[in-house]
C-alpha cells in the first residue's frame, strides 16, 4: 500500500474564500463501490478504470460513496490507484478527505454517532442469531463474531467482545448479519423490528446496515456539493443498491440519478436513468456521457 502513497495529490484548501467554483463545463460525480465500481473480487475492469481517469483528468470531481468502512475504502482506492478528494464512508456516517501527509493518504473530517445500546436490544430480541460489529467513528470496529472481512476489516483484525462491551461507546454503523436466514425473511423480521431514531437499509443479503437518524449517503454528498459550489443540476450519481436508494433520489431531482441495469426495482424506480449491468461496464457507459 505504501509504494503508491506518492501518487496522492496535494490536499486543496478548504477555505470557501480561495477555493475556485465549478465551471459549467464540470460535474459532481457521485459513485458507489460494490457493484458498481468494483465486482466481488475488487477489481474495476479497465473501461471503467479509463472512464474514472478521464473524468478526472478533464476537471470533474469524482466522490465515492459507499457503506464500506473507513478503512477497506481507502483500500480499494489504493487497489484503483485513485484519489477523490473525498470519501463517503459507512453509508454517510463518516466523511474523509484526502490529506497526503497522513499515513493511509486521508483524514477524517467528520462523523455522525448514535447510542447503539437501544438498537442491540431489539437487534437480540427480534434476531438472537445474529452476528453484529460496531463502526466506531476512527473506523475501529468491535464484533460479537467474525464477519465477511471484504467490507469491514481483515479476519485476523477483528476484535471480538461481548454483547455489553459492544454497545459501551456511540457507533457511527452497525452491521447486523445472519449468514443463515433466508433474505425475505430476515428483510420481514427486520420490517417488523420498529426501529426508530436510525436510519437502516438492507443489502442484497441478510446483512443490514444501521445509522443515525438522517445520515445518508445523499445527506453527506449534499453537505459536500455545497461546499464545493456546484449547482443541483449538475449532479451525477451511480449505484446499484438498497443503500443508493436516497443518493440516486437526490441526484435525480435535478441532475442525473443512474441506476445500474441490474439493481433493485426499488431502485429503477428513483432512478432517472438506467445503465447496463456491472458486468456490461454500466459505469462506464454513464460516465463516457459526460
Not at 51 to 58: A, F, P
Amino acid at each position: 500500500m505504501s509504494d503508491s502513497l506518492s501518487n496522492i495529490p496535494a490536499t486543496p484548501t478548504l477555505s470557501t474564500g480561495l477555493r475556485s467554483q465549478p465551471s459549467r463545463d464540470e460535474w459532481l460525480i457521485a459513485i458507489d463501490l460494490d457493484g458498481t465500481t468494483i465486482d466481488e473480487a475488487g477489481q474495476a475492469s479497465p473501461a471503467v478504470r479509463e472512464q474514472l481517469r478521464r473524468v478526472e483528468q478533464e476537471g470533474h470531481h469524482l466522490l465515492v460513496t459507499t457503506g464500506r468502512s473507513w478503512i477497506t475504502t481507502v483500500s480499494v482506492m489504493h487497489d484503483l490507484d485513485m484519489w477523490p478528494e473525498y470519501l463517503v464512508c459507512a453509508n454517510g456516517a463518516v466523511t474523509l478527505q484526502r490529506d497526503a501527509n497522513t499515513l493511509d493518504g486521508y483524514r477524517r473530517i467528520h462523523a455522525v454517532t448514535f447510542d447503539p445500546a437501544p438498537v442491540l436490544a431489539l437487534v437480540q430480541a427480534f434476531l438472537p442469531d445474529a452476528s453484529i460489529a460496531i463502526e466506531a467513528e476512527n473506523g475501529t470496529y468491535r464484533y460479537t463474531a467474525p464477519f465477511p472481512p471484504a467490507t469491514t476489516e481483515p479476519t485476523d483484525q477483528q476484535r471480538i467482545v461481548s454483547i455489553e462491551e459492544i454497545a459501551d461507546a456511540p457507533a457511527a454503523r452497525m452491521v447486523v448479519i445472519t449468514p443463515e436466514r433466508d433474505f425475505s425473511e430476515f428483510r420481514e423480521i427486520v420490517e417488523n423490528m420498529g426501529l426508530e431514531d436510525v436510519m437502516f437499509t438492507l443489502g442484497w443479503t441478510a446483512w443490514l446496515d444501521i445509522a443515525s437518524a438522517g445520515v445518508t449517503k445523499a445527506s453527506a454528498a449534499e453537505v459536500l456539493r455545497a461546499e464545493l459550489g456546484f449547482s443541483r443540476d449538475r449532479v451525477l450519481a451511480v449505484g446499484d443498491g438498497f443503500n443508493d436508494l436516497e443518493l440516486l433520489e437526490w441526484a435525480a431531482a435535478y441532475g442525473r440519478g443512474a441506476a445500474m441495469g441490474h439493481a433493485p426495482q426499488e431502485l429503477l424506480s428513483v432512478a432517472s436513468e438506467v445503465t447496463g449491468s456491472l458486468t456490461e461496464d454500466g459505469l462506464a457507459l454513464v460516465l463516457a456521457s459526460v
